[in-house]
């Protein structure tokens, strides 16, 4: 586990705001008194809290005129007194009265005392707005003492809370603890309940800096009584806005919310915005530990604008960066950077150092995920750079520990090395002790990667001893935060040590991270641990044992999967979680020929459909398509979706083995395959040569699509005999590959393959993420009519105005739309082309929405690192500049009714490869919308070839007379029986994904 800087600050985000006293009473705020006696009672009532300041500077007032025989000396006692008597039915309170009986006992000399106890707070209050606190702790201790000596007793427990004050913004919190305690006794003793509940609150939030959680909340409680008696709405906002933060701290996040929405209601009650936005800043917070981020962005959002509009530039930084990661989390990483480099600017204006470096590790931890860390390294560097300036060793040793990452991702093994061995250096000669278990872990993962399981297990060992000991010094980690770290500091440990062979001691370790995680509810750390003991019991031949220990933690996966309400999210956690997928199923097909009436191999074929497609089908289903996601097919369903020649392939790629279910209407069979490695340098090699039109026919791509072939159909080939049609739902890299392309036999060099070699002379074949997905998409593609995109008007290289990217004219593509217009027969039909052809335009073309086909030819642009990035690119908007795109995320905001969409365009196959969702790009845009199927390419294709196929194809679709799969087949075939465009290059990069059957 790594926690970003973001979280290892307290969240308490104006702790040391709220309890700061205002500066120095200004001259003469009494003078707003001084009116007509009927106006005196409402405008004490008016003062608020600014009474007895104003009280106080009154007071001192007429003390300096009476020793100065001042004529001003009788008007101020009158005021004095008539306050005094207006005050108890006005605040009920007797603050002036009781003051006063004490003034009327002083001597000379005592007066001169009290005003000049007045004078050294003052003094005091200025010293700390200097942030001179040992100078401020000095004056306050001198007033302390002449109130003392005066006997009155309300100054003293003012100045023993300003004292406290003091302690806490200088950071000294045990000093301010310890004054605070002091404070509430003098506090108590004057029953000042106000004053009491500010004091009880002081010691919460002190409290909870020292990491006390549980006194904290204490604390915080007792504030909130008093509160809650005095009516204090603005100040118990504060309070249980505290009480939120303590709560989830101690691990009770429903609390925690419940705490949160009483602060939000007052707050927002009270109009107090600059509150408002602190609850809704920790509101979100919680709910983006919880991995609710559809619910926290828009908190963000809102406490964002609050900020904006009172200029209150530090929330903005902080909204910013936290936001930035919920996004990182999300994979979106794009839109972080952006976030971050906001947030930099806003610390810049504030010049806010410290803030600077956690949002430059942000910036840095931002390209990392980006894949960029050329990028990543300069703003990591720079806030190494600040942390030295400032002598803060332990950002410094964050800032090394991110650069480790840094160098690790560059393949720089010795640079990573180096720079963790300095940040654990940093890390100890700050005593910080989070800081130091960070550096260790990332060593540890270092000594693992290297295959140094014995250094690994020394790295994660100390990092165990280290966490053990974090949350005794206080106030870096939450106790829910310092149980996750513990328990997957067991995890580490227990996996190096099960690879070690010390199967019993990884057990423990295993045993021990389930202990916790389940005590704290965390089921994120569950189902690794049942995981780990799952490997544990299947290393020790105990596969029965193993296979209880998967499927519960299969099933708590499945769980968790269920309650993500974020689609980037989901997917983001999902395919970090799928290892427990494809333990559970290799173990399946390991027992099965051991036990050949189980079953076991048709539960490892529905673990494979849980693991499959599921953000894809939540997304149709929350398109209004479904009113709930489709449930996982079995077996016997997944059989029942075939006609008498189809056949379907699903394959589910694993570290130790690989499955393959080839199913058709009358019979099944599970078969094993070689690993993923094995099968992913394969199909890497064919992909790679297939796109290349030099080496789409060298030898290496013959070979690696013969080898493919052998190992992904040749096994099946028996049950193919009766089939002319392949559904292949893939997985993984082989998502990437045109099945059509494998090679039943590799022809001699220099020759080309014998006829019918090629998978595509023998079947007709589309594609399917998933049994599930493809059952979702038979229903739909009720459209009529034909809308065709293509010949976009794009500036040309020498027209240095426009911004964008300059793109080739693709005038083949005018071909295609005249195809289509020859052959759209009776069908209604759109054609936007040449300048007409604007995102503006097609969004607004009413046939989108009504269309049976829609064909788009242009440029694609495939985002592997964020898919919500991809698109296709249209002619300019009218006024000019650069060209026009459709993203993916437009594409989602349709609602299409076509039986196919076509994507003819380069690359508008590819996307982000994402485990157990498949590719996410255009593909799964344009099927969450409604299209029933898609047609799109693997790699840039050919603008002449391209035409031919697609004159080809729609001949025999839309007529009527083909199916999908059998014109897009036949099209194929065409190509490579022309000497010109044999080569896969030019018939292979199209593929048809969804439904094959004909149009309606």
């Given at each position: ?7 290892l600050?307290p ?10 006293p ?37 007071l ?21 007194r ?5 005050e ?34 003052s ?59 002091e ?9 000042d ?41 603005a ?14 701290a ?23 915005s600059?509150r ?108 190494l ?7 803060d060793?332990?950002m ?16 720089d ?28 872990v ?11 399981l ?18 005794a ?12 770290v513990q ?137 209004g ?21 189809d ?24 078969f ?20 290349d ?35 292949v739902a ?11 392309a ?42 009529r ?9 794009f ?11 300059l ?35 097609v ?114 679709l ?14 194929k ?28």
């Open positions: 586990m790594r926690l970003g800087p973001a979280g600050a969240a308490l985000i104006a702790v040391a705001v709220a309890l700061a205002a500066g120095p009473v200004r001259a003469q705020s009494y003078a707003r008194f001084a009116g007509a006696d009927s106006a005196l009672a409402p405008a004490l009532r008016a003062a608020g809290a600014g009474f007895e300041g104003a009280w106080n500077d009154l001192v007032s007429e003390l300096r005129a009476r020793l100065a025989r001042a004529d001003s000396a009788a008007r101020l006692l009158d005021l004095a008539g306050i005094a008597a207006a108890p039915g006005a605040l009920g309170s007797r603050i002036a009265a009781d003051a006063l009986a004490l003034r009327d006992g002083w001597s000379p000399l005592q007066r001169r005392v009290r005003i000049r106890a007045a004078a050294t707070e003094l005091a209050a200025l010293a700390r707005g200097r942030r001179d606190f040992d100078r401020t702790d000095s004056l306050f201790h001198a007033a302390l003492a002449d109130y003392r000596r005066l006997g009155e007793r309300r100054r003293e427990a003012w100045v023993l809370g300003s004292l406290g004050v003091n302690a806490f913004i200088a950071g000294r919190y045990p000093r301010a603890e310890s004054l605070y305690r404070a509430l006794t003098a506090r108590l003793a004057i029953g309940e106000a004053m009491i509940g500010n004091t009880l609150n002081a010691l919460g939030s002190t409290h909870y800096l020292l990491g006390r959680y549980s006194d904290a909340y204490d604390y915080f409680q007792q504030a909130r009584a008093v509160r809650e008696r005095t009516g204090e709405g100040a118990l906002g504060a309070t249980l806005n505290y009480l939120g933060l303590a709560a989830e101690l691990g009770r996040p429903d609390s925690a919310r419940v705490w949160f929405a009483r602060a939000l209601e007052l707050t927002v009650t009270g109009g107090d600059v408002t936005a602190e609850v809704l800043v920790n509101t979100a917070r919680l709910l983006g530990s919880q991995d609710r981020v559809g619910q926290a962005l828009p908190l963000y959002e809102r406490a964002l604008g609050i900020a904006r509009a009172a200029g209150d530039v530090r929330t903005q930084a902080v909204v910013q960066q936290n936001v930035a990661e919920l996004l990182r989390g999300q994979g979106r990483h794009s839109e972080a950077v952006a976030r971050l480099e906001d947030a930099a600017s806003l610390r810049l204006r504030l010049r806010d150092m410290r803030g600077l470096i956690f949002t430059s590790i942000g910036l840095g931890r931002a390209w990392l995920g980006l894949s960029d860390p050329q990028r990543a390294r300069p703003p990591l560097e720079r806030a750079g600040l942390a030295d300036s400032l002598g060793r332990t410094k040793a964050r800032a090394l520990n991110n650069l480790a990452l840094v160098a690790r991702q560059e393949g093994a010795t640079g990573a090395q180096h720079a963790a061995e300095q940040s654990l250096a940093a890390a100890d000669s700050a005593s910080d002790s989070l800081a130091v278990h960070e550096a260790l990332t060593l540890g993962e270092l000594a693992h990667d290297r295959g140094d014995t250094a690994a297990d020394a790295w994660f060992a100390r990092a165990a001893a280290t966490s053990s000991g974090l949350g010094g206080g106030g870096a980690i939450g106790q829910a935060s310092l149980a996750e328990a997957l500091d067991e995890i580490n440990l227990g996996v190096v040590r099960r690879e070690r062979g010390q199967g019993d001691a990884a057990a423990e370790h295993f045993r021990r991270a389930l202990a916790v995680a389940e005590a704290g509810h965390n089921d994120d750390i569950v189902w690794p641990a049942l995981l780990g003991l799952g490997d544990v019991a299947e290393h020790g031949e105990d596969p029965v044992a193993a296979l209880a220990w998967y499927r519960r933690a299969a099933a708590m996966i499945d769980t968790l999967r269920a309650r993500q309400g974020e689609e980037g999210a989901s997917i983001t956690l999902f395919s970090r979680r799928l290892f427990a997928y494809e333990a559970l199923i290799a173990l399946l097909g390991r027992l099965d020929p051991q036990y050949p009436d189980s079953g076991f191999a048709a539960e490892a074929f529905a673990w494979s459909e849980r693991a499959r497609a599921r953000a894809f089908l939540d997304l149709v289903a929350a398109s398509r479904e009113t709930v996601p489709p449930r996982p097919l079995t077996l016997i369903q997944a059989q029942g979706l075939l006609g008498e020649r056949a379907l392939i699903e394959y589910s790629l694993g570290d130790s083995s690989s499955s393959m279910w080839v199913v058709t209407r009358g019979a099944w069979r599970r094993t395959l070689p690993p993923r490695p094995g099968l992913k340098t394969r199909a890497e090699l064919l992909r790679r040569g297939l796109a039109p030099r080496r789409a026919e060298a030898r290496g791509t013959r070979a690696a699509a013969h080898a493919l072939y052998q190992a992904l159909i040749e096994p099946a080939a028996p049950m193919l005999r009766r089939v002319d049609h392949l559904i893939p997985d993984g890299v082989l998502a990437l590959i045109p099945f059509e494998l090679l039943a036999e590799e022809p001699a060099e220099g020759r080309p393959p014998k006829r019918g070699a090629y998978l595509l002379e023998r079947y007709q074949i589309s594609y399917a993420p998933s049994a599930t997905a493809l059952a979702a998409h038979r229903i739909g593609g009720d459209g009519g034909v809308m065709a995109v293509g010949n976009p008007a500036a040309s290289a020498s027209d240095s105005a426009v911004a964008g990217p793109l080739p004219p693709l005038p083949a593509t005018a071909t295609e739309l005249e195809s289509l217009e020859r052959l759209a027969g009776s069908r209604p039909l759109s054609v936007l082309a040449g300048a007409e052809a604007t995102r503006a335009r969004l607004a073309d009413p046939a989108l929405g009504t269309a049976g086909v829609i064909h788009i030819a242009t440029h694609g642009e495939a985002n592997e690192t964020e898919p919500a990035r991809s698109g296709l690119w249209l002619a300019a908007a009218a006024g000019g500049g650069g060209p026009g795109f459709l993203s993916v995320g437009d594409i989602l905001g349709l609602d299409l009714h076509a039986g196919l969409v076509t994507l003819s365009a380069c690359e508008t196959g590819l996307g982000r490869l994402e485990r157990g969702e498949g590719v996410l790009g255009l593909t799964r845009a344009f099927m969450a919308a409604g299209a029933q199927s898609v047609v799109v390419s693997l790699w840039k294709v050919n603008d002449r070839s391209t035409a031919r196929l697609m004159e080809r194809f729609y001949r025999g839309l007529p009527g007379r083909d199916s999908r799969a059998r014109a897009l087949a036949d099209a075939r065409a190509l490579l029986a022309d000497s010109e465009t044999r080569s896969p290059f030019y018939w292979a990069p199209f593929i048809l994904v969804g439904e094959a059957g004909p149009l309606r």
